[in-house]
């Protein structure tokens, strides 16, 4: 039997935010007061990202815009995100994780799983193991974490799930029963909001009532998803902890402007600054894909796509642009566009379409993307731009907060 433990930081984005202001001399611990992490926009617009406990006690939920937490809390202070923070906090909290096993993996930006079996001998019984680790982390890095502690992945990741703060919750699979059947089939991972309510329709409410069913009629039933959560609600998961995560199956960059892009000109100058972005990343990952996909939305939020397959890999950015504008120019039909993104995917790290007949011009254009994608490296993102991002301003929709909308107003000449 395995031992694995799932590590996940308490309320992370406001944490982080707390530990970071008071290490820089501040003296208002923002977890001791309603706060909410959030982008604070025109209007009271801004989305709440994260909040104190005083502020869950008040009302205030993840997801739901400022102006609203506000009438709920009069009195909520705002912490602006820094996500430079809490890549920080990130790596700090996995280097320490590190010296307790070799096999972790960062499952998002704050959890990890680790996989502890054998470690006995070093660290002591499991739950001492867990404890230890906990008290560690908010001994050094300032920050509380919950950690679930189970023979499988999804065990371990349920355990971390309950009473939160600074807790360690155990689900070994002789707890299963007594601990996970309880709870209503909405706890269990991976349960999305419709599979619960088909569920429900017939009577299966907790995850017991999903476990004792028989597989086979929860497979034809309600498919491959639904045998899924079956196993899970048994305690089952094969799946290894596996430090490097998997190469990613698509790279996606979308724009939601505050002020609308009045026309095609400008949309085609966004693509092109979103291309050079996805060329880079394509570059820094080594890999190409061969799917490039454009959805937009108008401002009251109708959605467009389109998406083409391509025979050859794509990795550079005027290749993307190429694509992309015209995706886009077939389903345009004039009018504002709150909201543009290109997706590109069916990744690999293989060549393909090689040997065809622009085999050379391809070579010279690669050579050309990797020189562009070094100096970017070397000396920042924008270093090296095309002119036609750089008249238009169209970089400057990268940078945050006032300086991106400095640089949005600029572009469309307000
Ligand atoms: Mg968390």
């Not at 550079?316 to 009018?335: M, P, Q, V, W």
């Amino acid at each position: 039997m395995k031992t694995i433990f799932h590590v996940d930081v308490n309320n992370a984005f406001l944490s982080w935010s707390a530990v970071n202001h008071l290490t820089e001399g501040g003296d208002v611990d923002y977890r001791a007061i309603p706060a909410v992490v959030a982008r604070e926009g025109e209007n009271g617009g801004g989305i709440v990202l994260a909040k104190s406990m005083a502020a869950k006690k008040a009302g205030v939920v993840t997801g739901e815009v400022l102006w609203q937490a506000r009438r709920k809390c009069p009195d909520l202070y705002i912490v602006p995100p820094d996500y430079r923070a809490y890549v920080r906090a990130s790596r700090a909290m996995r280097a320490l994780l590190d010296e307790y096993s070799p096999l972790v993996e960062p499952f998002s930006i704050d959890e990890c799983f680790l996989d502890m079996t054998g470690t006995e001998s070093l660290f002591g019984p499991a739950e001492d193991a867990a404890a230890a680790i906990k008290d560690r982390i908010y001994r050094e890095l300032g920050f509380t974490v919950n950690v679930g502690v189970g023979a499988v992945k999804v065990a371990a990741k349920m355990a971390s799930d309950w009473e939160k703060p600074n807790r360690v919750h155990t689900l070994w699979p002789s707890e299963i029963r007594e601990k996970l059947w309880p709870m209503p089939l909405s706890f269990l991972f991976m349960a999305g909001k419709s599979v619960v309510a088909s569920f429900e329709r017939v009577g299966v409410r907790t995850v017991g009532d999903l476990a004792r069913l028989s597989p086979r009629l929860v497979a034809e039933e309600y498919g491959k998803g639904a045998l899924r959560l079956w196993r899970y609600a048994n305690g089952e998961d094969d799946s290894p902890v596996c430090p490097v995560s998997p190469p990613p199956k698509s790279v996606s960059k979308g724009i939601t402007f505050s002020h609308p892009l009045p026309s095609l000109a400008a949309c085609e100058d966004v693509l092109l600054s979103v291309a050079e972005e996805l060329g880079y990343e394509l570059s820094e990952k080594k890999m190409n894909g061969t799917v490039v996909t454009v959805s937009w939305k108008t401002p009251s939020y109708r959605r467009f796509s389109r998406r083409r397959c391509f025979t050859e890999g794509i990795f550079y950015y005027a290749d993307i642009f190429a694509k992309a504008a015209a995706l886009f120019r077939e389903s345009y039909r004039g009018g504002a566009v709150k909201y543009l993104c290109v997706t590109v995917s069916d990744l690999s790290f293989e060549r393909r379409g090689e040997g065809n007949l622009f085999a050379a011009d391809d070579e010279k254009e690669e050579r050309l993307a990797n020189t562009i994608y070094d100096l970017k490296r070397r000396y920042g993102k924008s270093a090296l731009t095309t002119a036609r991002s750089l008249g238009s301003g169209g970089v400057r929709l990268f940078e945050r907060g006032a300086e991106r909308e400095e640089g949005e107003k600029r572009f469309l000449g307000l």
